[in-house]
T-cell receptor, first 117, second 109 residues
Framework: GAGVSQSPSNKVTEKGKDVELRCDPISGHTALYWYRQRLGQGLEFLIYFQGNSAPDKSGLPSDRFSAERTGESVSTLTIQRTQQEDSAVYLC???????????????FGEGSRLTVL | SQQGEEDPQALSIQEGENATMNCSYKTSINNLQWYRQNSGRGLVHLILIRSNEREKHSGRLRVTLDTSKKSSSLLITASRAADTASYFCATVLNTPLVFGKGTRLSVIA
């Protein structure tokens, strides 16, 4: 596609439910990132994929959070047993870097706004 | 934890004035990038400056980098109402891009 696509754009869920957030990166981009942004705050790094592998999972806040990527394309971020503090915008980004730590610009999607009631 | 810290947190100026935002960071970097975010949605890359560069221009944007002081500034000249947004600096070394908390710029027509 022309840009990074995220779905759903908005999700309202009840506390304790599981949610899945999807990211379609720009075609051919090997690196994919997930960030979280709470209201009025900066971006908090969650996880990064190089191809289908995740060299850095250090940002995942708890074991309720997991992510996978298949076919060096689509990625899914799953949050189990959601809590109110999980409410935030979840941003996905991709970059074309093929090896090593990506150092160039990131291309962001519009984000998925999650509200946990 | 966040590496970059933008200053000021919020800035309000009149259309046509220049806007200057600053970013300080803590560790060595490969490069520093500035991004813009409208209405809390996706970020858009504005400019990248490498650690061996001191100044870079792109249209109405001017970025400086002082690695000895671990700081950078973003200057937007002749601001427009459409420049109203949040601006973030982000640093890169051997980690994924680390973002600051941003400066909220309001340009009043």
């Amino acid at each position: 596609g022309a840009g990074v696509s995220q779905s759903p754009s908005n999700k309202v869920t009840e506390k304790g439910k599981d949610v899945e957030l999807r990211c379609d990166p720009i075609s051919g981009h090997t690196a994919l990132y997930w960030y979280r942004q709470r209201l009025g705050q900066g971006l908090e790094f969650l996880i990064y994929f190089q191809g289908n592998s995740a060299p850095d999972k250090s940002g995942l806040p708890s074991d309720r959070f997991s992510a996978e990527r298949t076919g060096e394309s689509v990625s899914t971020l799953t949050i189990q047993r959601t809590q109110q503090e999980d409410s935030a915008v979840y941003l996905c980004a991709s970059s074309p870097d093929a090896a090593g730590w990506p150092t160039g610009e990131l291309f962001f999607g519009e984000g998925s706004r999650l509200t946990v009631l | 934890s966040q590496q970059g810290e933008e200053d000021p947190q919020a800035l309000s100026i009149q259309e046509g004035e220049n806007a200057t935002m600053n970013c300080s960071y803590k560790t060595s970097i490969n490069n520093l990038q500035w991004y813009r975010q409208n209405s809390g949605r996706g970020l858009v890359h504005l400019i990248l400056i490498r650690s061996n560069e001191r100044e870079k221009h792109s249209g109405r944007l001017r970025v400086t980098l002082d690695t000895s002081k671990k700081s950078s500034s973003l200057l937007i000249t002749a601001s427009r109402a459409a420049d109203t947004a949040s601006y973030f600096c982000a640093t890169v070394l051997n980690t994924p891009l680390v973002f600051g908390k941003g400066t909220r710029l309001s340009v009043i027509a």
